[in-house]
C-alpha cells in the first residue's frame, strides 16, 4: 500500500509540470477559463496572477499583494505592447492597449520588475518598491528635443521634450507598506498626456473584472514637459494594472510545407504536412507518387 502512494506521487509530479506563467496554464489546458491562478517563480515560490486567455494569446496581471520575487521574463513573450487596465472608484474596469508612437515603429517597450535597465529610475522606486516598470522611449532614445510619447488604443499622443530629460514611464508600486509618494506630487504637472489612456480606455463588461488586488497605484513621467502624474492626480481611478503579452509559438509561421503542402501545429515545436499529390516527405520536399504526411519534432 505505501508502495502504491508514493508511485503515484511519482507519476503526478511528472505529468503535472509546474506552471511558471499562464502561458503555461494555457498550453496545458487551452480552454483554461479567464481568472486567478496560482503561478512559481524560479525558487518555485508561488504567487497570484489574473490570466487573460485569448486563442493562441493571452495577458498576465500580477497581484499586488505579491510578497516574492517575480521573474518577470517568464511572463512575456512579446514587447511590442501591453495592455493597460484601469479600476475606476464606481467599479468600472477598462483597458487600453499601449505601444511606442509610430515615429518609432520597431522599439520595443521596456517592461521590468524592480528594475529599470536603459531608462531612468521613477521618483518612488527607492519609497514605494517593488514595483513594475513600463518604458517607452529608453534613455538613449528619449534624450532629444523632438516628439515623444506613448500610443494607446491605436492613436498617438505626443509631447515635445523640451530639455532631453528622458523620462518615458508608467511604474506601478506594489508599495506593500502603504507608505505615501514623495517628490513633486503635490506640486506637479497633470497635463493631457497623463490621463490621455484613461481618455481612449475602454470599458470591459463586468464578466471580465479582476479582483481589485490587481490594481495598484501607478506614477507617469514624461519629459522633460511631457508631464508628471500620480495615481492621486485622478480623483476618479482606484488603481491601474499592467497586462503582459503571451503568444503561443506556431512552428507553421516559418512555413515548412514546400511545394503547396499544408501546415498544422501540434504544439509549439511539432507540426505536420500534408502533402499535395505527387509530393511526399516531412515536409514534402520528395517527389513522389503520392501524398503523404510527415512530422516534425
Ligand atoms: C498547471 O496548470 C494546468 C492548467 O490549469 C493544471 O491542470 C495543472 O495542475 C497545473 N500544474 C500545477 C503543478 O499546478
Ligand atoms: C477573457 O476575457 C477577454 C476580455 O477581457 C475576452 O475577450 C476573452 O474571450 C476571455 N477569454 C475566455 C477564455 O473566456
Ligand atoms: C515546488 O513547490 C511545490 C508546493 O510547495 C512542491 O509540491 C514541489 O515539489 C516543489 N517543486 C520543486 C521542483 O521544488
Ligand atoms: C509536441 O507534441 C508531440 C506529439 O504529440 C510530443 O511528442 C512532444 O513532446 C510535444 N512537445 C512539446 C514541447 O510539448
Known sequence: MNVFIILTVLWLNVVDAVNHSCKDIYLANPSSANGTYTIYNRKNQSYKVYCEFHDKFGYTYLSKNTAVEVNINDLFTTRAHVKVRHLKKNGVQAETVMENIRNYPTQPLGIFYNQHT??????????????????????????????????????????????????????????????????????????????????????????????????????????GCGGYAFIHHHNDINGAALGVRFEQMDPCKSSPCHNGGTCYSENETQFICECPDGFMGDTCNVKGDHGNTGIIG
Open 118 to 223: 536603459g531608462y531612468p529610475a521613477s521618483v518612488n522606486a527607492a519609497n514605494l518598491a517593488p514595483y513594475l516598470y513600463l518604458g517607452f522611449l529608453p534613455i538613449s532614445l528619449a534624450n532629444h528635443v523632438n516628439p515623444q510619447g506613448y500610443r494607446a488604443s491605436g492613436q498617438d499622443f505626443h509631447f515635445v521634450n523640451c530639455d532631453r530629460n528622458p523620462n518615458n514611464y508608467f511604474v506601478f508600486y506594489f508599495n506593500p507598506n502603504h507608505k505615501q509618494p514623495v517628490g513633486y506630487v503635490n506640486s506637479c504637472c497633470e497635463t493631457a498626456l497623463m490621463h490621455s489612456w484613461i481618455t481612449v480606455a475602454h470599458n470591459l463588461p463586468t464578466s471580465s473584472n479582476m479582483p481589485d488586488e490587481f490594481y495598484f497605484d501607478y506614477e507617469i513621467h514624461f519629459g
